[in-house]
């Protein structure tokens, strides 16, 4: 046996395996602690397998998957799928990484205390400089209003698109490179922002927007990376954007810290995509 990959979900592993039964090639599903690991039995299929692994990777939604399941499925693979809100727990872990998860946790936390009374210092504490101190030494403040949200449509909004963005970049290519665009987008779209409307701001939405932008381009640039985002996302992205421009919904919004976070994300997709 060769182990040919890992995917988080059992089903989807199937709908492979199935596939390659069907192109005479023999795999097997073994359970794991996060996910299934897909190997094959002959080592002459590895590559073939192992190339094919590779494609349902990117496109894991290919109608010669679909297709393969009604005609080679087995009704008895044995593999169990757990209870439905687990399944949905352990597609959540899975389909991030270190960074995303932690990320995700500390805007959860500090929304949270500022629901449960602690608003005011939590502000004083993570707030841009000059909102409540001009004290110069507090480096923090560059990067800490990031993580702060004022309503549960603003942070379950810029959460969602972090886990689904920021966790394909993590899986597909590493830490390092969302690391890096967390850190450079979660600080100069800040002192943007600071620069248009002052130091009252917070949330990830220049992240998401940096994220957003950088899968864009690496998806037209570098396809086999593995990631990409398609034109109706990123129209809609771009449409939400230019609609808090021209404040037509009614709410206030960072649109410094989201032009910036942008032109940060598609400047480094651009130069990853060139990158063997």
């Excluded at 397998?49 to 693979?77: C, N, R, T, V």
Aim: net charge neutral.
């Amino acid at each position: 046996m060769m182990e040919i990959g890992r995917l988080p979900n059992p089903r989807a592993a199937q709908a492979l395996v199935d596939y390659l039964r069907g192109q005479g090639v023999s795999c097997r599903i073994q359970q794991a602690e996060h996910g299934v690991i897909v190997s094959v039995e002959r080592e002459q299929d590895y590559s073939r397998a192992k190339a094919e692994f590779d494609h349902f990777i990117s496109h894991p939604y290919d109608a010669k998957y679909l297709q393969a399941s009604w005609e080679h499925g087995d009704m008895h693979a044995g593999l169990d799928y757990g209870a439905p809100a687990l399944a949905l727990f352990s597609r959540f872990l899975t389909g991030a990484g270190p960074v995303t998860l932690l990320v995700f946790a500390l805007c959860i936390l500090v929304y949270g205390a500022m629901q449960l009374g602690l608003g005011q210092q939590t502000y004083s504490l993570l707030s841009f400089f000059g909102a409540v101190s001009n004290g110069h030494a507090e480096v923090w403040r560059l990067f800490t209003p990031t993580l702060m949200h004022f309503s549960l449509m603003h942070i379950s909004f810029n959460l969602l698109w972090w886990w689904y963005l920021g966790g394909k970049i993590e899986t597909r290519l590493g830490t390092g490179p969302l690391l890096l665009l967390l850190l450079v987008a979660g600080t100069l779209p800040n002192l943007a922002q600071y620069l248009l409307t002052g130091p009252n701001f917070g949330g990830l939405s220049g992240v998401v927007y940096a994220v957003a932008g950088y899968t864009w381009v690496m998806g037209i640039k570098k396809p086999q990376a593995g990631i990409g985002l398609p034109p109706a996302y990123m129209g809609f992205m771009l449409l939400w954007m230019l609609l808090g421009f021209f404040d037509v919904l009614g709410m206030s919004m960072a649109n410094g810290a989201h032009l910036a976070g942008l032109v940060i994300g598609l400047g480094q997709g651009w130069l990853d995509s060139r990158k063997p």
